[in-house]
T-cell receptor, first 112, second 110 residues
Framework: NAGVTQTPKFRVLKTGQSMTLLCAQDMNHEYMYWYRQDPGMGLRLIHY???????AKGEVPDGYNVSRLKKQNFLLGLESAAPSQTSVYFC???????????FGPGTRLTVT | SQQGEEDPQALSIQEGENATMNCSYK?????LQWYRQNSGRGLVHLILIRSNEREKHSGRLRVTLDTSKKSSSLLITASRAADTASYFCATRNYGQNFVFGPGTRLSVLP
């Protein structure tokens, strides 16, 4: 099993450009999450999904959109990138809300 | 809003020593988890402890939870260089998502 995978691993964007980050899991988990990690701030939840076709806002959703068209995939979109979105993005999945989360390896995004 | 806060922010110890990290939180929780993150990698789950539990063990890891003090501690015994990583606590209240603290950076020197 691959667990949770993220594509791409690195990306550099110019301000105003758009991109989509892809997360895939092969554990048949219902819950999926997108976090961003900035120095000294831990992980902050951007959006999450409690099942195929559902999405919900987390702590810092502004500037991001998500979609969960298939149970195994969770996409994070940036419509118009800003330097403040420079961060490391992690996807995670879990069987249910109170259970352990499995994390992907992360995507390092730089917006210039 | 940040729920859990780890202490210390950074910790350096010699191989073979024990490492203790603490997590304090502000509001009631129903469970708390500890995660490890090696440099440049994703987080890996270590232990989950529920609000009705006081202590859990997993190999060289021991986690305690004191709900009256709103704090938890993670003890790593007989540390190894491979334990060098950042450690995060994540707290959750009923019906809510987990909230991660800023982490403790542990360095184990050979």
């Amino acid at each position: 099993n691959a667990g949770v995978t993220q594509t791409p691993k690195f990306r550099v964007l110019k301000t105003g450009q758009s991109m989509t980050l892809l997360c895939a899991q092969d554990m048949n988990h219902e819950y999926m999450y997108w976090y961003r990690q900035d120095p000294g701030m831990g992980l902050r939840l951007i959006h999450y999904s409690v099942g195929e076709g559902t999405t919900a806002k987390g702590e810092v959703p502004d500037g991001y959109n998500v979609s969960r068209l298939k149970k195994q995939n969770f996409l994070l979109g940036l419509e118009s990138a800003a330097p403040s979105q420079t961060s490391v993005y992690f996807c995670a999945s879990s069987y249910a809300q109170p259970y352990e989360q499995y994390f992907g390896p992360g995507t390092r995004l730089t917006v210039t | 809003s940040q729920q859990g806060e780890e202490d210390p922010q950074a910790l350096s110890i010699q191989e073979g020593e024990n490492a203790t990290m603490n997590c304090s939180y502000k509001t009631s929780i129903n469970n708390l988890q500890w995660y490890r993150q090696n440099s440049g990698r994703g987080l890996v789950h270590l232990i989950l402890i529920r609000s009705n539990e006081r202590e859990k063990h997993s190999g060289r890891l021991r986690v305690t939870l004191d709900t009256s003090k709103k704090s938890s501690s993670l003890l790593i015994t007989a540390s190894r260089a491979a334990d060098t990583a950042s450690y995060f606590c994540a707290t959750r209240n009923y019906g809510q998502n987990f909230v991660f603290g800023p982490g403790t950076r542990l360095s184990v020197l050979p």
